[in-house]
């Protein structure tokens, strides 16, 4: 069952991408391994959940995947993440089943007579080596119709 929430503004330092949509099961893991790269690069151990932001325009997937920091650090872009209403749909098990998630909150959508905006993120809360223990929320910005 999706929940209706408030996300507050927020500051992320990360990577920014924008990849073919058709393209985006190839290149999603680049962009990641990217940002995993930057961490190391910069000293950084982080335990905590990455989020990851994406947006389709066209054929086109704008992709920004970060972590709350401190203050701006090399190698990362800065990005701020307005204040949003979204729908909140909690998924465990193997990234690889996240499209079902996707659809199950655009029925949601539609079921309550509320239009997609803006952005859909994923919150890595946990993520195992066995791939049936990942936990990871997953967002999709909304407003009233």
Not at 6 to 18: A, Q, Y
Not at 60 to 89: C, S
């Amino acid at each position: 069952m999706a929940e209706l929430v408030t996300l507050p503004h927020e500051t992320l330092g990360g990577v920014i991408d924008t990849v073919p949509f058709a393209r985006r099961f190839q290149f999603i893991p680049d962009v990641f391994g990217r940002m995993d790269s930057v961490l190391g690069q910069s000293g950084i151990f982080f335990a905590g959940p990455q989020t990851a932001l994406y947006r389709v325009d066209g054929d086109d997937m704008e992709i920004r995947i970060g972590v709350a920091l401190p203050k701006p650090l090399p190698g990362f872009q800065m990005f701020d993440v307005a204040e949003a209403t979204a729908l909140r749909m909690r998924h465990c098990g193997p990234f690889d089943t996240l499209p079902g998630v996707y659809k199950a909150l655009t029925a949601e959508v539609e079921k309550r007579g509320l239009n997609r905006t803006g952005w859909a993120r994923e919150v890595y809360r946990f993520v195992a080596k066995d791939s049936s223990l990942n936990i990871c929320d997953v967002y999709m910005d909304v407003a009233q119709a």
